[in-house]
């Protein structure tokens, strides 16, 4: 007996969100808003700061949104140019937006494509020379005497299988004697470059001397307006913090690891343990410049720098081995090193690596995007073998979204990975605390930020808790949570099918928890690992489900009579799949009215075998029913390399008084909220699937985005209206119908009648 056809034995009404049978295709029809717009904070602008005739929008004001062919995209400079989508266009659009997000300089300033008279010192001769982006002083004509910045930018390289090293300066000299070339013919005002392809990225200052221009590198540009780079400025005050722009976060912690894999010569694994050990190092440098006012120590100033890039700094190398001694001390308490955990990274790793990162302020940088980089990086590195695979995040979110989890609520994860659901949770909980306005300047993000980050440590603290049984994940997941909160949570490597018996070394330290013991947890989210061919067999453990379960355990065998009928029998089942157990595991661990999110293949819902009509039995038995949303396969697909089709189930326990209700007036009859999402935005290769016209046009929406701007060594705040591609993604939709369902609905559900 399948799903669907149980929930009507038993009386529910199961109603169906409208995403199925291609109603899905909602967000064809009627244009959805689905990404987060940042609106104005109402606060006075600088002098100086608006557009032409007082307005804070740009001059160029874009008309209603137009359909893009499949090679198109909206220029984010321009903001009204239509180009064609290469593989240079992509990186050039992608720094065209880091320039805006990470360094404050205004859209208005910067020219695409713009020429230049490039001398070829051999002929005599001048060609015309394009630099991919120019930037302009503020405020000025835009000319050779007014240009700043230039940057160059390439169609990313072809993917390898083999170890590629990361190149030094010396070693990209070919490629940079272009950018070079551009800002000599720019003239004497033009002192500061960038060249990257996707893959390398480097920074270059012009220096005049009596003879001749020098150039030479620099391990990132100054924000805004500003000319010189300045090694410990946004390190050393809160009121200059620079949040990371998630792409170039992504690109730095990738560009990190595959230095330490390809120039070190460490494996992958490895290498992941490697890098961590820095990034902590850079994390505690950061707390204690925040709250001790130390100077910072993490760190590459210019004379640091050797432009050979082979030998690095024995003093950037000194400083950080120094960092992640106090480190260790700093979290013996949580144990999360040991004496394996040694820096062996060389001078010219821990320079190349404390370049990458030191412009950052981790502390700064909103924590979804922190997490997506570390989740990146994990995803690749930590997979493991025994069934175990990550949830993607568009899955984490909606589950997150959909159970609510409240500030006083412990959340749980038995099966936790690398944390993305408590990653999630703590996001979740953060976006509510924080002010709905969402652009501010430094110094009001300075006052906002540090009540916010002690809040949601002191919850990380007491309401989030993780375990795993791979050691790894488990450090990982802790690791992950230390870096959104500087506390490393509560994770534990341990049997979560066995708890509170096993062997692992974190089974003693879980069962001293009070808020993690069977029947105890508020919300638990979980991806269990599962498959027929990691079934689990131990007799004294499932013995121990049999006597728990009161009818429709997982762990007893069953069969059918004639009719079809389920017969429990009073044989014990030698071995059950994963998926099973911890279906019943879930239920033991929430208290009654405590709420379950968990991942299952769809053929424990729908497959005929006793052995998972007993399991959906079980569920209706011990739980109320609030909503089952099926997925495709690009969910799993893209970001997990598993091609399986899989359900979200949300359930809520049942109180004791419920479950005798029922024994006395029969099975309630309540609605049941169901989805089937056909879109997740990406296809099965990862390429992005948007919303097209019935002709097959990809369809625009118009948005806002506030950005906070350098202009004169001021933060000026400044709006725009955008344009982009509409992702097809029936997920933030799906959640949205959900809550609908809940407003018109809760009057109805059992659960809320007695509360």
């Given at each position: 007996?399948?799903?669907?056809?149980?929930?009507?034995?038993?009386?529910?009404?199961?109603?169906?969100?409208?995403?199925?049978?291609?109603?899905?295709?909602?967000?064809?029809?009627?244009?959805?808003?689905?990404?987060?717009?940042?609106?104005?904070?109402?606060?006075?602008?600088?002098?100086?700061?608006?557009?032409?005739?007082?307005?804070?929008?740009?001059?160029?004001?874009?008309?209603?949104?137009?359909?893009?062919?499949?090679?198109?995209?909206?220029?984010?400079?321009?903001?009204?140019?239509?180009?064609?989508?290469?593989?240079?266009?992509?990186?050039?659009?992608?720094?065209?937006?880091?320039?805006?997000?990470?360094?404050?300089?205004?859209?208005?300033?910067?020219?695409?494509?713009?020429?230049?008279?490039?001398?070829?010192?051999?002929?005599?001769?001048?060609?015309?020379?394009?630099?991919?982006?120019?930037?302009?002083?503020?405020?000025?004509?835009?000319?050779?005497?007014?240009?700043?910045?230039?940057?160059?930018?390439?169609?990313?390289?072809?993917?390898?299988?083999?170890?590629?090293?990361?190149?030094?300066?010396?070693?990209?000299?070919?490629?940079?004697?272009?950018?070079?070339?551009?800002?000599?013919?720019?003239?004497?005002?033009?002192?500061?470059?960038?060249?990257?392809?996707?893959?390398?990225?480097?920074?270059?200052?012009?220096?005049?001397?009596?003879?001749?221009?020098?150039?030479h590198p620099l391990p990132n540009w100054p924000s805004g307006d500003a000319e010189e780079f300045d090694a410990t400025r946004d390190a050393s005050s809160l009121a200059e913090m620079r949040h990371a722009d998630e792409y170039m976060l992504r690109f730095a912690f990738r560009r990190c690891h595959n230095f330490i894999h390809g120039n070190e010569g460490l494996p992958k694994d490895a290498a992941f343990w490697q890098?961590?050990?820095?990034?902590?190092?850079?994390?505690?440098?950061?707390?204690?410049?925040?709250?001790?006012?130390?100077?910072?120590?993490?760190?590459?100033?210019?004379?640091?720098?050797?432009?050979?890039?082979?030998?690095?700094?024995?003093?950037?190398?000194?400083?950080?081995?120094?960092?992640?001694?106090?480190?260790?001390?700093?979290?013996?308490?949580?144990?999360?090193?040991?004496?394996?955990?040694?820096?062996?990274?060389?001078?010219?790793?821990?320079?190349?690596?404390?370049?990458?990162?030191?412009?950052?302020?981790?502390?700064?940088?909103?924590?979804?995007?922190?997490?997506?980089?570390?989740?990146?990086?994990?995803?690749?590195?930590?997979?493991?073998?025994?069934?175990?695979?990550?949830?993607?995040?568009?899955?984490?979110?909606?589950?997150?979204?959909?159970?609510?989890?409240?500030?006083h609520e412990t959340v749980f994860d038995p099966c936790c990975g690398t944390g993305g659901f408590l990653r999630e949770t703590l996001n979740h909980l953060l976006d509510q605390w924080k002010p709905k306005n969402g652009t501010f300047t430094s110094q009001q993000y300075a006052q906002i930020l540090p009540p916010l980050r002690k809040k949601l440590a002191d919850y990380a603290r007491g309401h989030i808790f993780g375990?795993?049984?791979?050691?790894?994940?488990?450090?990982?997941?802790?690791?992950?949570?230390?870096?959104?909160?500087?506390?490393?949570?509560?994770?534990?490597?341990?049997?979560?099918?066995?708890?509170?018996?096993?062997?692992?070394?974190?089974?003693?330290?879980?069962?001293?928890?009070?808020?993690?013991?069977?029947?105890?947890?508020?919300?638990?989210?979980?991806?269990?690992?599962?498959?027929?061919?990691?079934?689990?067999?131990?007799?004294?453990?499932?013995?121990?489900?049999?006597?728990?379960?009161?009818?429709?355990?997982?762990?007893?065998?069953?069969?059918?009579?004639?009719?079809?009928?389920?017969?429990?029998?009073?044989?014990?089942?030698?071995?059950?799949?994963?998926?099973?157990?911890?279906?019943?595991?879930?239920?033991?661990?929430?208290?009654?009215?405590?709420?379950?999110?968990?991942?299952?293949?769809?053929?424990?819902?729908?497959?005929?075998?006793?052995?998972?009509?007993?399991?959906?039995?079980?569920?209706?038995?011990?739980?109320?029913?609030?909503?089952?949303?099926?997925?495709?396969?690009?969910?799993?697909?893209?970001?997990?390399?598993?091609?399986?089709?899989?359900?979200?189930?949300?359930?809520?326990?049942?109180?004791?008084?419920?479950?005798?209700?029922?024994?006395?007036?029969?099975?309630?009859?309540?609605?049941?909220?169901?989805?089937?999402?056909?879109?997740?935005?990406?296809?099965?290769?990862?390429?992005?699937?948007?919303?097209?016209?019935?002709?097959?046009?990809?369809?625009?929406?118009?948005?806002?985005?506030?950005?906070?701007?350098?202009?004169?060594?001021?933060?000026?705040?400044?709006?725009?209206?955008?344009?982009?591609?509409?992702?097809?993604?029936?997920?933030?939709?799906?959640?949205?119908?959900?809550?609908?369902?809940?407003?018109?609905?809760?009057?109805?559900?059992?659960?809320?009648?007695?509360?």
């Amino acid at each position: 007996m399948g799903w669907e056809e149980l929930l009507l034995s038993w009386g529910l009404q199961h109603t169906r969100a409208p995403f199925t049978a291609g109603a899905a295709k909602v967000g064809m029809e009627q244009t959805v808003h689905m990404a987060d717009e940042q609106l104005d904070l109402g606060i006075p602008l600088p002098e100086g700061s608006r557009g032409k005739g007082g307005s804070t929008e740009r001059s160029d004001q874009i008309g209603p949104p137009r359909r893009l062919g499949d090679d198109e995209t909206i220029d984010y400079i321009s903001n009204k140019d239509v180009v064609k989508l290469t593989e240079a266009e992509v990186v050039r659009q992608r720094i065209a937006k880091v320039l805006v997000h990470q360094y404050g300089i205004n859209p208005d300033d910067m020219v695409r494509d713009y020429v230049l008279q490039v001398p070829n010192a051999e002929t005599g001769r001048t060609s015309r020379r394009r630099a991919s982006i120019a930037i302009f002083e503020p405020g000025k004509p835009k000319s050779p005497e007014t240009l700043k910045r230039i940057v160059v930018t390439k169609a990313r390289p072809k993917g390898s299988r083999t170890v590629t090293k990361i190149r030094t300066y010396a070693q990209a000299d070919a490629q940079l004697a272009e950018l070079r070339e551009l800002m000599l013919a720019a003239g004497p005002s033009c002192t500061l470059g960038m060249w990257t392809d996707d893959k390398d990225l480097y920074f270059v200052e012009r220096k005049d001397t009596r003879f001749e221009p020098v150039f030479h590198p620099l391990p990132n540009w100054p924000s805004g307006d500003a000319e010189e780079f300045d090694a410990t400025r946004d390190a050393s005050s809160l009121a200059e913090m620079r949040h990371a722009d998630e792409y170039m976060l992504r690109f730095a912690f990738r560009r990190c690891h595959n230095f330490i894999h390809g120039n070190e010569g460490l494996p992958k694994d490895a290498a992941f343990w490697q890098f961590l050990y820095v990034l902590f190092a850079k994390i505690h440098d950061e707390r204690l410049v925040r709250e001790n006012g130390r100077t910072p120590r993490f760190r590459v100033g210019i004379e640091d720098l050797d432009p050979e890039g082979h030998t690095g700094s024995p003093a950037v190398a000194a400083r950080i081995k120094e960092l992640f001694e106090e480190v260790r001390k700093f979290y013996a308490d949580q144990l999360l090193f040991d004496h394996r955990d040694e820096l062996t990274l060389s001078p010219a790793a821990l320079t190349f690596i404390t370049g990458e990162l030191a412009p950052f302020n981790l502390y700064a940088t909103p924590i979804d995007a922190k997490g997506v980089a570390y989740q990146e990086l994990v995803g690749d590195n930590l997979r493991g073998d025994r069934g175990q695979y990550f949830t993607p995040t568009g899955a984490v979110r909606l589950m997150v979204d959909i159970l609510d989890p409240k500030e006083h609520e412990t959340v749980f994860d038995p099966c936790c990975g690398t944390g993305g659901f408590l990653r999630e949770t703590l996001n979740h909980l953060l976006d509510q605390w924080k002010p709905k306005n969402g652009t501010f300047t430094s110094q009001q993000y300075a006052q906002i930020l540090p009540p916010l980050r002690k809040k949601l440590a002191d919850y990380a603290r007491g309401h989030i808790f993780g375990a795993d049984f791979d050691p790894f994940l488990r450090r990982a997941t802790a690791m992950s949570v230390m870096m959104l909160t500087d506390v490393a949570g509560n994770a534990f490597q341990m049997d979560s099918i066995a708890f509170p018996d096993g062997h692992l070394p974190g089974n003693e330290e879980a069962r001293k928890v009070p808020e993690i013991q069977l029947g105890n947890v508020d919300v638990l989210m979980t991806n269990p690992p599962f498959g027929a061919d990691i079934p689990f067999s131990e007799a004294a453990i499932l013995g121990k489900y049999r006597a728990r379960a009161r009818k429709w355990g997982v762990a007893w065998s069953y069969s059918r009579e004639k009719d079809g009928t389920l017969k429990p029998s009073t044989v014990p089942a030698s071995a059950v799949a994963p998926e099973q157990l911890f279906v019943q595991r879930a239920i033991e661990w929430v208290k009654p009215g405590g709420r379950i999110g968990i991942v299952l293949p769809n053929g424990i819902l729908s497959n005929p075998g006793p052995s998972d009509e007993a399991a959906r039995r079980l569920i209706l038995q011990e739980c109320w029913v609030m909503a089952s949303i099926e997925l495709p396969v690009e969910t799993f697909i893209v970001e997990a390399n598993v091609n399986i089709l899989t359900t979200l189930l949300f359930l809520r326990r049942k109180t004791e008084q419920e479950k005798q209700e029922e024994g006395m007036y029969g099975a309630a009859d309540y609605p049941v909220f169901m989805a089937v999402a056909e879109k997740v935005g990406v296809d099965r290769r990862g390429n992005p699937v948007l919303v097209r016209s019935p002709e097959g046009d990809v369809i625009t929406e118009e948005y806002e985005e506030t950005e906070v701007l350098r202009i004169g060594q001021r933060e000026v705040l400044r709006t725009f209206k955008r344009q982009r591609p509409i992702v097809d993604n029936d997920l933030p939709k799906i959640a949205e119908e959900y809550h609908e369902f809940v407003k018109r609905h809760e009057h109805e559900f059992p659960w809320k009648a007695r509360t």
